[in-house]
């Protein structure tokens, strides 16, 4: 009942207001200034009922173990820029998650080692840190657990650890580091843990989609506002983009074959092909996209959805063809973008000589 009063209510003021607009449209620019607003005032239910669906972001969790310091993400910045942490001190973390590639590496999958022509798509480590689990096929239980990963892996940076922790200890201003930070030696423990303490700074929270939730009204257009719509309504996406960080995750098969995924990790024959559920705020930045690469804009992913997803023994009831319009499809895509936020950008850190 109060609803119904109060869009009564709205219908009359906008009808006043609508009346004395027509009489007064030359003479008095300040009196039509006045009235904007009241346009706004227009009840969507249906876009309000989309907007509580959604949360915001919320504070990055840190383990208790490796709790954050200054000085810590600063040496954390530092390995994760130098290249000694690879065998032949040619690649470091950077090289495949830059900055300025929305910290991934703009390619499809990644090149490793030497040359070698990786698989999968370098994610980015934007709000990486806010995942129960690492890597697409969640083989990782935290940032720390993840970082040794790629360091030892025969194609990415090929390293051993022993002999990386026999590197670093030539290395004078390493030595004084780990000495302040952990009140320890240089070791491989030490070394993820400054790694993932950088990386839980790397967040995009604070988007033009946040700010909305947050109730700046104008803060999105009103394409986005269709598109937040469609998102939870005709288009389903928030049946697995749902939480914090738009992402239930989980992992599932949206049909694409050539890469077991979650399989690899559980040995379950239900897990072929499922790949973790990817945060979105961020995702204008992180381009191609999905485990492979394969899509190279926010709209191929969009109309590959729309076209039901790809063709897979194990894809998910969830992902059907959508029967979408194009004016639907590009309020989808200005949506996603309106969640994408700003890139935080950083100083390259200085490299310590030995
Ligand atoms: C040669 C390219 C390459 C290098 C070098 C590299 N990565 Fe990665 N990174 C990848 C790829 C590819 C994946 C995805 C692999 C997978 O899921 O199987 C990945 C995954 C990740 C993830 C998981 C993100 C998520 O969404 O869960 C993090 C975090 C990460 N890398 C951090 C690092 C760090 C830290 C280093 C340096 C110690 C590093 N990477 C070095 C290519 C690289
Ligand atoms: C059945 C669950 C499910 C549904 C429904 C779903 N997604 Fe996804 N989404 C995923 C998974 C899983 C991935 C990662 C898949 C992969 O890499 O192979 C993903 C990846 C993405 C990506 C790429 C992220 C990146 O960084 O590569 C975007 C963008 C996206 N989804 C948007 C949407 C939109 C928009 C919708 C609705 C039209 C939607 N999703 C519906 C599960 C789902």
């Not at 700010?211 to 506002?225: F, N, V």
């Amino acid at each position: 009942m109060r609803k119904l009063g109060l869009a009564m209510m709205v219908i009359f003021v906008l009808s006043i207001l609508g009346a004395c607009n027509s009489n007064e449209e030359a003479s008095a620019p300040a009196d039509k200034e006045k009235n904007e607003p009241a346009k706004e005032e227009v009840v969507d239910q249906e876009l309000l009922d989309a907007k509580a669906k959604f949360e915001p972001l919320g504070e990055m969790p840190v383990p208790a173990d490796n709790p954050m310091t200054d000085e810590k993400v600063e040496l954390g910045k530092t390995l994760y820029f130098d290249p000694r942490l690879s065998g032949n001190n040619v690649q470091s973390c950077m090289s495949c998650h830059a900055p300025g590639a929305g910290y991934g590496d703009g390619m499809s999958t990644f090149i490793g080692f030497e040359g070698h022509q990786g698989g999968r798509n370098s994610p980015t480590i934007i709000n990486s840190g806010y995942y129960p689990t690492n890597f697409w096929d969640g083989r990782a239980g935290s940032l720390e657990e993840q970082a040794l990963g790629p360091i030892q892996s025969e194609v990415e940076m090929n390293q051993n650890l022993d002999e990386l922790v026999i590197e670093l200890n030539g290395v004078p201003t390493y030595v004084e580091q780990f000495n302040t930070v952990f009140n320890d030696q240089i070791s491989a423990d030490n070394i993820a843990k400054a790694i993932a303490a950088f990386e839980r700074t790397i967040v995009i929270s604070d988007t033009a989609f946040d700010r909305y939730l947050q109730g700046e009204e104008d803060a999105i257009s009103a394409d986005a506002k269709e598109g937040m719509k469609l998102f939870v309504g005709k288009a389903g996406c928030i049946s697995c983009h749902a939480g914090p960080l738009l992402s239930d995750y989980s992992y599932h098969n949206l049909g694409m074959s050539g890469d077991e995924g979650r399989f690899d990790v559980t040995g379950n024959e239900e897990d072929k092909g499922k790949f973790r559920t990817s945060g979105l705020r961020g995702v204008a930045h992180t381009a191609p996209f999905m485990h492979d690469g394969s899509l190279e804009t926010l709209k191929d992913v969009v109309m590959y959805y729309n076209a039901g997803g790809g063709d897979h023994a194990n894809k998910s009831v969830l992902v059907s063809p959508l029967n979408l319009t194009d004016k639907e499809i590009d309020n989808l895509v200005a949506f996603l973008e309106s969640m994408s936020g700003e890139l935080q950008m950083i100083d390259a850190p200085e490299i310590p000589s030995n």
